[in-house]
Every structure is written in C-alpha cells, then in structure tokens.
C-alpha cells in the first residue's frame, strides 16, 4: 500500500480492469482465457454495474432480453432461461451473478473499491492505480469498464438539505425498495427512468406529481413472459443469430427472424423506402402495426430515412403525438406530454408500459416545470419559481446520468507526461475509435466515447470491445511489446469522422445526453458513433488486420530503473 512515486508496494497486475458490470465480468473473462492476470476494481458492493445500481421500481431493460444478454458462450446461452421479453433489473442482476460464479470470476474482483486516479508511469511503462481507500495498483494495461451511463446526476436543488420528507435517486435505489403507500410523491424527470418508475410509483402513492420539464416520445414495450417454443426456437439458432446481430446496424438481429412472439408475430423488419414515398394512409397502417408489436427498434428501424429527413421524421412524431392524445382523456395533459422540441429518436426514445395512461389515474397530476421552473425544495415539498408549493413526502429523482465521460473525468487520470484526461477533453472527448485516447498508451475504454456504445445493443458492443482489447493485447505479447497508443492524427481523424455521420443524421438538432446537452458547462458533441454496429467492427477488424492501422506499438519492458 502507498507508493505514490512508484510501483514498489503496490499489488501488481498485467491488467486492471475498472468496473464488473457486462463489460468488466467479460474482460476479466477474456483476459484471463488468454492468460493474463487480472484485478477487477468495482465501486459497488456486488457485481452488476448499471443492473446493481438501478433498482428503482419498474427498472427494466428496454432491450429484449434474448439478444440483452452475453453471446461468448455457447453453453451459457443455452443454460439460461429469460423469463419475459424485457428482463426486469432483478432478473439481469441474478444473470450476472450467475455468470460471475459459473466463470469463477468472483476471486479476481474487489468490491467496495472506488478508483479515484490511474497514473502513468513512463519510464516503468505501468499505470499505477489509486482507490479512495488509498490503496495502490499497478499493471501494464488498465481497461476502463466503468460504464457509459453509471455516473448519474446528483439533484441540484436548493434546500434539498432541508426537506422533511425522505428523498431518493432512482440510481441509488435502497436495496431494501420503499413503500410508497398513503404517500404524496413527486416524482423529478421524465426519461427512460421516470417512465419506468412513474406507473409503478403510481400505483403505490396516495398521489404522485410529475414534475416534468421535456416530454419524451415512448413506445409500448408490450412485454409479456416469453413463450417457451419462442425462446426454444431463438436457442435453437442462437449461434447464427448473434453473428447477425454482430453485423447489423444496431445489435439486434430479431426482424430477421421468420417466426416471432406468440400474438406480436413476426418482428417488422426496416422498410428500404423513404417515408416521403409513402402514402399517409399506408403509413399509418405501418406504424400501427409497429405500436402493436411493440418496442423502440420497430417504430425508430422502419423507413429508410426516419433519422436522417427531418419531413420524414415528422410523419412518425406526429403519429405518437396522436397516440399519446388518444390514451390521455385530459386534453391539456395530453398536450403537455407531446414532445415538439425535438425529432422522434433524437433523444433516446422511451419504452414504456402503461406510461400515458398512468395520467388517467385520479392520484397522478402532471406538473410542467418547463413553464413554472423548480426554485427550490422546501421542508413539506417543492416550490416553483411561481410560488406554489407541492405538499409531499417524497422525492424521487430520476434526472439523467453524465453519460459516456462522467465516469472516466471521475477518476483523475494521467498519461504521458503527466497530462491528464480532463485537460485532454476539456473541450469534449477525443478518442480513436472510442478505444483508446492520444496521450494515454496502454489505457482503453470499453464502450467509450466515439464508439457505437449507447446507441446499440449494449452487450454486443461490449462483447466486440473486449474481444479486440484482448486480440490486441495478444498480439502485443506475441511480437514481444508491451506498449500500444494512438496518434494524434488518427484521432483527429476518427473524430472527423464521427461527427460527419452525426452531422449527417437528425440527432444533434436535440438538446440530449448523447450531445452533453443534460449537464450544465459540459462541451456540446454528439459522443457516440452513429455509422453503426456491423460497419464500426469492419473498420476496427480492419484496423488490426493492417498492423493496427493509427496505433503505434512498441517494447518497454526492458527499462530497469
Ligand atoms: P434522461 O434521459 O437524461 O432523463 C432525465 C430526465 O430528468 C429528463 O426528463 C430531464 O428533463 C429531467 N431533468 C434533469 N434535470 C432536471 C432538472 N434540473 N429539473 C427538472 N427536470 C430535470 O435520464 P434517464 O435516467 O431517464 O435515462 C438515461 C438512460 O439510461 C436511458 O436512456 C437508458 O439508456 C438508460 P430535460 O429533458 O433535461 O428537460
């Protein structure tokens, strides 16, 4: 322990991995078959990472689970039995466990352990590794897995301190859950969390208030416990399921399915025609029979150019906006839940169920803070800036995470030279496809900044990452280096590259996380890349296969100090 000038007393490793969500139980996985030796550092007290922390009533995965789910393991796949078509949070969590005790993962990851900063040691080519409990680690690679959406808002409300009630982040949530009955709940946030929680919280609460500032577009997720002759079905060919999944545009393979849920049938599939094309009547009738189906890919995958022509977008939003005014029978609520800031998909779009008609319920009122911001929190409830106050005694707060970079700039890392990450980013993340970052050599980020990441099916690019950092790291060991960065000029031109796609889709005309538009001061980007699952791996397979096209690789090992 403490040996902040050197490596001497730190516990050391070929490979630190920070985080055990999917992405860090993988790597620690992967790199131990390729024969490393490897620490997992997790925050939490268990594994699971965005499944251990997210416990909020309604928390569910708004993906389906046969394809939200590792593919590594032919063994695995066949073994586990999802139980509905969107596994809930609980069911996710008992997945990763299963998965930490059946690869003996556990022995190789330390709970409890905050990563504070990771340091660069050039001369002795090792990051060393620092926790908030001040205990020290050093290794030669260091594999950030600490999660695209983990670093979550904190509320930043005047007089919260003061509240008598008691107050919760859904991202936090007790283990032990909360009773919400005989309670006046107000309920902050109207994202993909809050649409969860809201008809969940709704049905416990004596009365929620929602407090919502921007509406969303939602989707029915029309879950339903999986048939067992489906999922036998999906089993039967999950090998060449997930290969396909891999190589399309968003990780999902199942609108190439010739069979589908049992009453939903088969899953629509993208139609290769603009919407424009379209007659109103014939697409009405489309998008209707996608609301039935059910789920974001069906409504957002349909026509061609949905995310791209702002005209064709509008035929789709305006087909929500009318189906969020034929659920809600109060016209004025319904109005103030139709979103109009933004194109539909723009922000990420919610999956919900029974979100719309949760405001039909007599206990549930919808407050728009758009119009009458919150000023403060006061003991008995919440002001606005009108002056009203809102008795309750609850909070729950559901505001959104500092996606993609909160939770690498959380940890004070330093690279080459002493220079640091958040000086390096000051003006928005730069990376080299979104997998390593100039200045800072033999230090990667699973689904970082500048990679497909939030925009996919998480798991499959998570799977992707793990698979070329240890293919990557196998090949540094086989031609005897032990170094690997990227240069300034791949980067400059992955990121060019990154935001000509962006700039040529729909996404950065909204003010969303994907663009830093939710944190206050945080440089406006859009952060993920939006070319798409299958085309983002043949350029990263590409990339190795030329010698590790925009990296420079070489030999430390043998500086004795
Ligand atoms: P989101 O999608 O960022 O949603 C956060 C919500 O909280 C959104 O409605 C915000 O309104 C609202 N918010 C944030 N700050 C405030 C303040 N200060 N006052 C009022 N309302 C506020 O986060 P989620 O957790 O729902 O979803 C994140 C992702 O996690 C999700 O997409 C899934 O991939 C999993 P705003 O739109 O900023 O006006």
């Known amino acids: ?127 060393l590794v620092e926790t908030e409990a001040g205990e020290w680690f050093s290794c030669t690679y260091c594999v950030m897995a600490s999660g695209a959406l983990s670093e979550c808002k904190d509320p930043p409300f005047a007089g919260l301190d003061t509240f008598r009630g008691e107050w919760y982040q859904t991202s936090n949530w007790p283990e032990e859950g909360v009773d919400f009955s005989g309670k006046r709940v107000g309920a902050v946030g109207t994202g993909s969390t809050g649409i969860q929680a809201i008809p969940m919280i709704a049905q416990e609460a004596e009365h929620l ?106 035929t789709i939003a305006d087909f929500v906006r009318d189906k969020i005014r034929s659920i809600v029978t109060d016209p004025e609520t319904a109005e103030k839940l139709c979103p109009t800031d933004h194109p539909l998909g723009t922000k990420r779009i919610c999956v919900d169920t029974d979100y719309y008609a949760t405001y039909n319920r007599s206990n549930v009122e919808l407050v728009d803070v758009r119009a009458d911001p919150i000023a403060e929190i006061v003991p008995e409830g919440l002001r606005t800036e009108s002056g009203a106050v809102y008795e309750l005694d609850a909070i729950v707060f559901a505001i959104g995470f500092d996606a993609l970079t909160g939770a690498l700039l959380n940890i004070d890392i330093k690279g080459a030279g002493g220079r640091s990450l958040r000086d390096a980013w000051v003006d928005g993340p730069r990376t080299y496809l979104g997998l390593m970052v100039d200045g800072f050599p033999n230090l990667f980020t699973v689904t970082g900044p500048g990679s497909p990441s939030v925009l996919s099916n998480v798991v499959v690019s998570i799977e992707q990452h793990v698979e070329w950092i240890t293919d990557c790291l196998g090949r540094l060991r086989e031609d005897g280096l032990d170094r690997i960065e990227t240069t300034a000029e791949a980067q400059a031109g992955w990121m060019a590259h990154v935001n000509e796609v962006a700039n040529y889709t729909l996404y950065p005309k909204a003010n969303s996380w994907y663009m830093g538009a939710n944190i206050p001061g945080k440089p406006r980007q859009f952060l993920p890349y939006v070319g798409g699952v299958g085309a983002y791996r043949a350029v990263c397979d590409e990339v190795a296969r030329e010698g590790y096209r925009g990296f420079v690789r070489s030999a430390h090992a043998a500086v004795v100090h």
């Open 209 to 314: 208030h929602v407090f919502q500032r921007t509406p969303n577009f939602s989707i029915p997720a029309r879950n339903q416990p999986l048939d067992p002759h489906y999922v036998q079905r999906i089993k039967e060919g999950y090998a060449e399921h997930r290969a396909s999944s891999r190589h399309s545009p968003g990780g999902s393979a199942l609108h190439t399915l010739d069979f589908g849920l049992p009453h939903y049938g088969v899953p629509p599939g993208p139609v290769d025609r603009s919407a424009r094309e379209v007659p109103a009547e014939d697409l009405r009738h489309e998008y209707d029979r996608r609301w039935e189906y059910g789920g974001a890919a069906a409504m957002l995958f349909s026509y061609n150019d949905l995310m791209v022509n702002e005209e064709s977008n509008a």
């Open 1 to 127: 322990m403490g040996a902040p000038n050197g490596t001497d007393g730190a516990a050391s490793y070929d490979v630190i991995v920070v985080g055990a969500g999917f992405a860090g139980l993988y790597m620690l996985h992967s790199l131990r078959e390729a024969g490393w030796s490897a620490r997992v550092l997790e925050r939490g007290s268990g594994v699971g990472g965005t499944w251990y922390w997210n416990r909020y009533p309604g928390a569910r995965c708004d993906a389906e689970s046969v394809e939200y789910s590792y593919s590594f393991d032919e063994g695995l796949q066949q073994e586990w039995e999802w139980t509905e078509r969107y596994a809930r949070q609980p069911e996710i969590r008992r997945y990763l466990d299963h998965v930490a005790d059946r690869f003996d993962l556990r022995r190789d990851i330390q709970l409890d352990t905050l990563v504070t900063a990771a340091t660069f040691d050039e001369q002795a080519n090792r990051w």
